[in-house]
T-cell receptor
Framework: DAGVTQSPTHLIKTRGQQVTLRCSPK?????VSWYQQALGQGPQFIFQ???????QRGNFPDRFSGHQFPNYSSELNVNALLLGDSALYLC??????????????FGPGTRLTVL | AQKVTQAQTEISVVEKEDVTLDCVYE???????LFWYKQPPSGELVFLIR????DEQNEISGRYSWNFQKSTSSFNFTITASQVVDSAVYFC????????????WGAGTKLIIKP
């Protein structure tokens, strides 16, 4: 049973560029959440996708956008990259039974460095 | 307001010692869920346990045990006979209706096990 997978593992970009990160959820899961984790801090919620729609959003600017595909996989896009966007980006999947309080399982993350 | 406090920023012990990581939470909800995750240096958040607010039974899993006390709003985590492989950052988290089904994270406790 494959767990949550993310790609790429590492990424280096320069300021102003755009980046796309990808996530495949755990088998049987239909909900994907994205988090940003700066060095030495806890994860910060970016947004959550369910049924191909953004269901919830944290306190992140519109430069952060996403998408969920019919197979439940998801992408996180960040436009106009800033130095402060350098972080570990974590994807988590869960199964939405009734408004998901289910356990979120995390992928290995994508480490983004913005120069 | 929802809040999770992990007052211990960093703990360092010698291998084979027992160690307890503290977690105190705040919520107005009567139904909520508490989690512990482990984040080793590789970065992936590893799910350890989920506990709902109606189940106050302590849980033991091998060398790991959890003590949930609603009276003190605490959900502490103890590692018995610690090993070097237990070195990681440990996060406590809370989810509920009042958190709009978003995971509320503590700041994490960095655990260092010295050989």
């Amino acid at each position: 049973d494959a767990g949550v997978t993310q790609s790429p593992t590492h990424l280096i970009k320069t300021r102003g560029q755009q980046v796309t990160l990808r996530c495949s959820p755990k088998s049987g899961h239909d909900t994907v959440s994205w988090y940003q984790q700066a060095l030495g801090q806890g994860p910060q919620f970016i947004f959550q996708y369910y049924e191909e729609e953004e269901r919830q959003r944290g306190n992140f600017p519109d430069r952060f956008s996403g998408h969920q595909f019919p197979n439940y996989s998801s992408e996180l896009n960040v436009n106009a990259l800033l130095l402060g966007d350098s972080a570990l980006y974590l994807c988590a999947s869960s199964f939405d039974r009734l408004r998901s309080t289910d356990t979120q399982y995390f992928g290995p993350g994508t480490r983004l460095t913005v120069l | 307001a929802q809040k999770v406090t992990q007052a211990q920023t960093e703990i360092s012990v010698v291998e084979k010692e027992d160690v307890t990581l503290d977690c105190v939470y705040e919520t107005r909800d009567t139904t909520y869920y508490l989690f512990w995750y482990k984040q080793p240096p590789s970065g992936e958040l590893v799910f350890l346990i989920r506990r709902n607010s109606f189940d106050e039974q302590n849980e033991i899993s091998g060398r790991y045990s959890w003590n949930f006390q609603k009276s003190t709003s605490s959900f502490n985590f103890t590692i018995t006979a610690s090993q070097v492989v237990d070195s990681a950052v440990y996060f406590c988290a809370l989810i509920s209706v009042d958190s709009n089904y978003q995971l509320i994270w503590g700041a994490g406790t960095k655990l260092i096990i010295k050989p």
